[in-house]
């Protein structure tokens, strides 16, 4: 085994390695006896108590962007770019209708707007895709042909969604656990 050097010998003094520490308590003892001039990295063990062998204990999770128009890609970006720092795999479904459609679907709303505002809003979003289609990569970036009423629309998204989620996940496995930590609370120190 390597000798310790003075600085690690002093570290180990100052936590005990198996204490349960919050998270909190953890990164106030890592602060204390901190005495680098550069970020220094810290290793954590963390016990889900999952088996990983088991489907059913799978650590997975889900959340949906909010659902619009498509006119605003600044907003979805920062939305997307904050769930990526999560640690969480975003997917876009884009409905695509023809202009024509839209106008007929607007005159059938009880709300309708003028067909000016229609054809301004469907050029924009339409100008919009191929922004879409960049940020969320041609994996995850999903146009779904709306146009046509009787179709089954549903059917086909489902069966993109189905084949997104049953594959393995390529997020950061750093980012995901550093937010289970923050979900449970519970970090052990170690050596």
């Known amino acids: 085994m390597a000798k310790l050097t003075k600085n690690r010998k002093e570290s180990l003094t100052k936590f005990e390695t198996e204490k349960m520490y919050s998270l909190k308590e953890a990164s106030d ?3 204390n006896f901190s005495k680098l001039k550069f970020d220094s ?7 889900l108590g999952v088996d990983p062998k088991k489907a059913d204990q799978n650590v997975r999770g889900i959340v949906s962007l909010p659902n619009g128009t498509g006119k605003d890609v600044a907003k979805i970006t920062r939305q997307k770019n904050a769930l990526d720092q999560l640690g969480y795999q975003c997917a876009m479904i ?30 924009g979003v339409q100008r919009n895709i191929g922004a879409f289609q960049q940020l969320f990569g041609s994996k995850h970036f999903i146009i779904v042909d709306n146009n046509d009423a009787g179709e089954d ?22 980012i995901m656990i550093k937010n289970l930590l923050h979900l449970t609370g519970l970090i052990r120190a170690t050596t």
């Open 41 to 47: 990295s810290i290793d954590l063990a963390v016990n």
């Open 94 to 123: 884009f409905a695509n209708t023809s202009l024509e459609v839209a106008q007929i679907r607007n005159k059938e709303r009880a709300r309708t707007l003028p067909e000016k505002s229609v054809e301004q809003m469907w050029n």
């Open 29 to 31: 003892v890592v602060k």
């Open 153 to 174: 629309v549903f059917n086909k998204v489902y069966k993109r969604i189905r084949g997104l989620v049953t594959k393995k996940p390529t997020a950061h496995l750093k």
